[in-house]
């Protein structure tokens, strides 16, 4: 296992599509072990393939420890639910920036486990949430796009005056 190195917005590869996992294999679970260990030394609850540049359709999510792991391979969400939910969302790779967003509070998903098992499940609150945000950057949409032009704005400025 080893922490990688996180790609800082706006690297490319945060906006880029990923490609399907085809071999699930050993390179998959150490790519998915590296993940979670990245992952808590960001600190995050989420984090996707694409966060460390490669560009696979896998995410590890995390909300209260390792026995609630839960990693998707080429996740795909099958439909939402009616009611908006609004929370607080950010990104490893773009550490301290934080704002709400509003999304379908409900979603029944559908991915692949390490064996290449195919699955589907129903989440709601916060789970919902992170899900729907880790596959929207694996679709190569960054979580300042769900937000209005006027707030991506002003957070893009406060990030890059903190970066530069």
Not at 116 to 124: K, V
């Amino acid at each position: 296992m080893a922490v990688r190195p996180i790609l800082k917005y706006p690297h490319s590869g945060l906006s880029t599509p990923c490609e399907p996992v085809i071999h699930f294999d050993e390179a998959l679970r150490q790519l998915v072990e590296d993940l979670t260990e990245t992952m808590h030394a960001a600190p995050g609850v989420g984090i996707t393939a694409a966060h460390i540049g490669v560009p696979q359709r896998v995410t590890v999510i995390e909300l209260s420890g390792e026995a609630s792991r839960l990693v998707l391979v080429n996740p795909e969400i099958l439909s939402f639910g009616q009611t908006l939910s609004r929370n607080t969302e950010g990104s490893v790779s773009m550490p301290g920036f934080t704002e709400e967003i509003e999304r379908p509070g409900t979603i029944r998903y559908r991915y692949q486990d390490l064996t290449g098992t195919l699955h589907e499940a129903d989440a709601d609150g916060f789970l919902a949430i992170c899900i729907q945000h880790e596959i929207d950057q694996l679709d190569g949409i960054f979580w300042l796009k769900r937000l209005s032009r006027l707030k991506r704005e002003r957070l893009t400025k406060k990030w890059e005056k903190q970066n530069t």
